[in-house]
């Protein structure tokens, strides 16, 4: 599942950039009230491109005041960009983001879409030089490549039967003058990172990264976690939330230099469609003064990795449809129409739940099929080994003291019932120790705390 570096480099960054429009939308309200001028400079900052109806096909219902912005990155090779390196293809996404800002506009869900996803693809015209797209099953992120963001835009809403009201197309170059505008994000880096591949190297600890430490932090794979992509995405997650939480934080908002240049930086980063301005924004942000940090979540589709096509994943039924439905539909999310996988949300979410996986059955590989499947839950895996004893009779959770609020999280996601469980570790890491009473994951389902996904205003270097 390895990349080039270069190919990695660009994904990150993209990410980042979108959602950042989600804390643009909330606090454009504040710049634009502020000058006539600033609010002018902004809107010239903001490139524009339509989508022909015509190119959508048959659509699906708009069935509330919801409103649903898709979000693509683009890694464009001209311009500014062609330092990442030469591209003879143009451009595509590789990370698509569809938001959902309620009707009351309180709360905000953003729904990822693993770019390594195989999709049924719809049939897309040829235009604007563009090959147009043949329907098929593909990667999610080929529409763009073959047929723009009209045929994203039909590809996405013809999978999830989600109306989409506006699309922003991001450019990556201007994620470190965003962070920088902002004066540095704050993370937290669970151990010593000395990594000359990602060109990081940080204590262990709290830290405010800026521009190229930034970069740096979203691209490290290997000196932090199993070194697998999806670790890598949920440090992201994170790193974005904090962002968010500092972007509509007291200290950016009542600055007004301080919020002028991070919203310069964003606003010349992006694309809209003609209909989303900054005064669409300055409306949305006026409707969403109540919109905090915390009401801002993300998630991610529901899938697993692919059997037939390894390196691609592949979404998980039913549990996609139903997360798609539910938004679709503006229904609102609570117990009655979501099943919990263990009956009571858990006390600790699981990306804040670190765990190292020992083999002790004779199966070869069992070790990492169950990192894979974890991670796929929100778990971070650190660490991926054999047991020092095989067999190891029964499926054990080793834990510390300070790790015990950890085990019911993991523990409801087994399917054994009765598994062991000893407190002998020193670390809030737990140890799944896979013995040969193993049976698996429980199903997964679209549960309440899944769907509450990163909160923008939880603490990284907090327990829970």
């Known amino acids: 599942m390895d990349e080039p570096a270069s190919g990695r480099k660009k994904r990150w960054w993209a990410s980042w950039l979108w959602c950042l429009v989600a804390a643009v939308a909330g606090i454009a309200v504040a710049a634009s009230a502020t000058l006539v001028g600033a609010y002018t400079k902004l809107s010239g900052n903001i490139k524009h491109v339509a989508v022909d109806p015509g190119d959508l096909g048959a659509r699906p219902a708009k069935v509330s005041k919801a409103l649903n912005i898709l979000m693509v990155g683009s890694d464009t090779r001209v311009g500014a960009n062609i330092k990442y390196g030469h591209r003879e293809y143009g451009e595509r996404t590789d990370t698509i983001i569809l938001a959902h800002i309620s009707p009351n506009r309180g709360n905000a869900l953003l729904i990822s879409f693993p770019r390594d996803s195989l999709v049924q693809l719809p049939a897309c015209r040829a235009k604007n030089g563009l090959p147009g797209q043949r329907a098929h099953v593909g990667m999610i992120n080929e529409s763009f490549n073959f047929g723009g963001i009209a045929c994203t835009y039909k590809t996405i809403e013809t ?16 994620f470190k003058s965003m962070v920088n505008a902002l004066g540095g994000v704050e993370v937290c880096v669970p151990k010593p990172i000395d990594d000359d591949k990602a060109l990081l190297h940080l204590p262990a600890g709290r830290q405010t990264l800026k521009g190229e430490q930034a970069l740096g932090y979203v691209r490290v794979r290997y000196a932090l976690g199993d070194g697998s992509d999806i670790g890598r995405i949920q440090r992201q997650q994170m790193f974005l939330a904090s962002m968010i939480k500092k972007a509509m934080s007291g200290s950016t908002l009542t600055d007004p230099a301080k919020l002028f240049d991070f919203l310069d930086a964003a606003t010349k980063s992006v694309t809209t469609d003609p209909e989303l301005t900054i005064g669409v924004m300055k409306d949305l942000a006026t409707s969403a003064q109540g919109l905090a940090a915390g009401n801002i979540r993300f998630v991610t589709t529901p899938w697993r990795y692919s059997l037939s096509q390894p390196g691609r994943v592949e979404w998980v ?67 991926v080994g054999d ?44 140890v799944l120790v896979i013995g040969a009473d193993w049976k698996g994951l429980k199903p997964m389902q679209v549960s309440e705390s899944d769907i509450k996904g990163i909160d923008a205003t939880q603490d990284s270097c907090s327990d829970a």
Not at 160 to 172: A, M, N, W, Y
Not at 338 to 357: D, H, Q, Y
Not at 392 to 411: C, D, E, F, H, N
């Open 387 to 430: 047991a020092k004893v095989k067999p190891y009779p029964k499926t054990t959770i080793r834990y510390s003291s300070s790790g015990q609020s950890r085990v019911p999280t993991l523990a409801g996601d087994l399917v054994t019932s009765r598994n062991a469980m000893v407190t002998d570790t020193t670390t809030t890491r737990l």
């Open 159 to 174: 999978l999830t039967g989600i109306r989409i009201d506006h699309f922003v197309k991001v450019d990556f170059t201007g």
């Open 317 to 383: 039924q039913p549990q996609a449809r139903q997360l798609f439905q539910l938004v679709a539909t503006d229904t609102k999310l609570n117990s009655s129409n979501l099943k919990s996988n263990t009956g009571r949300e858990a006390k600790v979410p699981k990306s804040k739940i670190e765990i190292s996986i020992q083999n002790g059955t004779t199966q070869a590989g069992l070790g990492s099929q169950v990192a894979a499947a974890l991670e796929q839950r929100g778990y971070s895996v650190a660490k």
